[in-house]
């Protein structure tokens, strides 16, 4: 089995009709989807999703941003998922993201910025647990993932 890692399509890629593009995106790249739903994010989810980020000044903004609307939760698999899936996000600001990047492709500012990607194995495993229950996460071969690997 390959890493994990946590992906989060924002309100914003939900309402601007961009769910399947972003998909696209991780599923071409390579990694596999075994997990995925969309849910509304409620306040207390959303403070204990972005805890680390109590008490900055966009921390208020950040919750009611992603409390806004539907979003689509997912778990991507992979060889260094989480690193392969930041790469495939881009950088957190938009207007700094290089373009072929999601955010570099579809945004223009940072409190608009489409996707959430965790930033490490541990982050990986706590957001998947704040969305996921162990039997919402599937195990399959892909059927390509020799050609993706090399073994
Ligand atoms: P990341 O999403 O690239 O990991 P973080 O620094 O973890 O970036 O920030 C989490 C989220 O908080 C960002 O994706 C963005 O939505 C929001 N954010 C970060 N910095 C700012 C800011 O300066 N203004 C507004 N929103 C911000
Ligand atoms: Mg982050």
Do not use: C
Not at 11 to 17: A, E, K, T
């Amino acid at each position: 089995m390959g890493s994990r890692t946590f992906v989060l399509i924002k309100p914003d890629g939900v309402q601007r009709g961009l769910v399947g593009a972003i998909i696209r995106r991780f599923e071409e790249r390579g990694l596999k989807l075994v997990g995925i739903q969309m849910r509304h994010v409620s306040e207390e989810l959303a403070e204990s999703y972005y805890a680390e980020h109590r008490g900055k000044d966009f921390f208020l903004p950040l919750v009611a941003y992603v409390t806004s609307g539907p979003v689509v939760a997912m778990v991507w698999e992979g060889p260094q998922a989480v690193e392969v899936a930041r790469g495939t996000i881009g950088a957190t600001d938009p207007a700094d993201a290089t373009p072929g990047t999601i955010r570099g492709d579809y945004g223009v500012d940072i409190s608009r910025n489409l996707v959430h990607g965790a930033d490490s194995e541990a982050s990986a495993r706590r957001e998947i647990g704040l969305f996921f229950r162990d039997e919402e996460i599937l195990s399959y071969t892909r059927i390509d993932e020799f050609w993706l690997r090399g073994s």
